[in-house]
């Protein structure tokens, strides 16, 4: 890479849990002092924020105006992205990339738990065809799901193993068997595949110029794509924007052959047949380990979720030494319309 | 603390030119129409104003079958049966709902477009879809 550095210096975490007391104001508040606290810094070693969130979550409008003053924005550069947090490390990146800043503190929040996310999510359909009819991105994903169930008699059994899997070890532990007793809620998925929605917040430090003398892992390549917003207009069984996506991340990065380049993969996928359009569009092999925390299905905060997946990249890589490359992954709107990927190496050893 | 609120505020949305002509067409004929672009070929559902497969707007409007395949389909408990339609003659598929589903559907199945007997421009006057036969 010819670029200067791009360096995750730090990360702090709110959540996610079911419901925050809290305001959002004191959530975000808490994920970002974690963020400096872990580099060491304060808010004028920061030149410039981006922050991710989504009015319609809210119950606002320009939901960024809300934290203005808590992310240390007054009197500095802020850019918003209306999209997963995924999309706004990007935007950060590049921002350090082009020269203009040396350090971005990068934010998403998300409080689902203040209304109900059917209606929400309906809301956010085309307003003339799909809202109508009562199409909500739970509809998109059932089915995008049936598409890849239809011909595949084995899928349910795969999926109820692979959320299980997923959950294994952790609070929210179930098997497999009572996965498919739970109820159908758009078939082929049922309750207990879904991640669960949470509220949390997250925070990173980008920066050009900190966090290499402490061996911090780098960005090395990052792509983004988004698919028309109608599941029609798509081939429903795969995700070519995140095909797309990871092509532009690998060139940049120099991967050829992404099925053995990879020791972590952190995907943000809210369905068992999510991780598997993952899988196969990334191109990651049996050899790369995925979501060893359980990724999403512990717990999902939607526009912090791919945020909160560069964190657990980044953390992961700080604590283990053998893991030297990692591709982190955000995804938004019904049925993974928006893709969004970075690629982490680990810093000198 | 909190405080409630309930957020209810009139809106009005444009279906724009193209799409006027798919509801008007819905309305006043009981046909299904969409666009078939100069450019690559590409037939979708409904009308538009640029290609989705190409983004060019050299397009004419064609009127498509009230017949298709069943592409995929979910149900949600207490909601219905939504699926994906592939129209005879288009390209995309049609996101709409399943009228009286069999337990069993199969992918390519037949289906045919059930339209509302009062009629008013809106996506709704296409009633929904009906299966009719076996898949190929
Ligand atoms: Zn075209």
Known sequence: ?349 | MIREEKIQIPFVYAAGQAGSRFLVALRDDGRIMGSACAACGHVSVPTRSFCPACSESDLSDVELAGEGNLVSWTEIPGRGVFALINLDGADGALLHRLIDSPDKLAVGQRVRAQFAETRKAHISDLAGFVVTGAGP
Not at chain 1, 253 to 281: K, Q, R, T, Y
């Open chain 1, 1 to 349: 890479m010819t670029q200067r550095p791009v360096f995750i210096a730090g990360c702090g975490q709110v959540g996610p849990v079911a419901e925050d007391p809290r305001s959002i104001v004191e959530m975000v508040l808490e994920a970002v002092e974690g963020a400096l606290e872990d580099v060491g810094i304060t808010h004028q070693d920061i030149d410039a924020i981006v922050t991710a969130s989504v009015d319609i979550l809210d119950g606002l409008t320009a939901s960024n105006i809300a934290v203005t003053e808590v992310v240390g924005a007054v009197m500095k550069p802020e850019a918003r992205i209306a999209a997963d947090g995924m999309a706004a490390a990007i935007h950060g990146a590049c921002q350090i990339w082009s020269g203009a800043y040396d350090t971005v503190l990068i934010v998403a929040h998300a409080k689902p738990s203040m209304a109900p996310y059917q209606d929400l999510m309906q809301w956010a359909m085309d307003p003339i065809y799909l809202q109508p009819l009562g199409v909500d991105f739970l509809t998109c994903a059932g089915l995008q799901a049936q598409a890849l169930a239809a011909g595949d008699a084995g899928a349910e059994q795969r999926w109820a193993e692979l959320a299980s899997a997923r959950r294994a070890g952790t609070p929210a532990a179930i098997s497999a068997d009572e996965i498919l007793a739970s109820p159908i809620v758009a078939s082929p998925l049922r309750a207990e595949m879904c991640a669960p929605m949470e509220d949390g917040a997250s925070a990173i430090v980008l920066s050009a110029v900190l966090g290499k003398h402490d061996g911090r892992p780098q960005v090395t390549g990052v792509g983004h794509d988004l698919a028309p917003h109608d599941l029609g207009d798509r081939e429903p069984g795969i995700w070519r924007g995140l095909e797309r996506a990871c092509n532009r991340a690998y060139s940049v990065a120099g991967i050829d052959n992404p099925a053995s380049a990879f020791d972590l993969a952190e995907p943000s996928c809210l369905f068992p047949h999510e991780e598997e359009l993952f899988v196969a569009a990334a191109g990651i092999g049996n050899a790369t380990v995925v979501s060893p925390g359980g990724g999403l299905f512990v717990g999902h905060t939607p526009v912090v979720a791919g945020l909160s997946r560069l964190a657990a990249s980044a953390s992961a890589m700080r604590q283990d030494a053998g893991c030297r490359r990692a591709l982190a992954h955000g995804a938004w709107g019904p049925a993974g319309q928006g893709q969004a990927v970075m690629i982490l190496e680990a810093g000198a050893p």
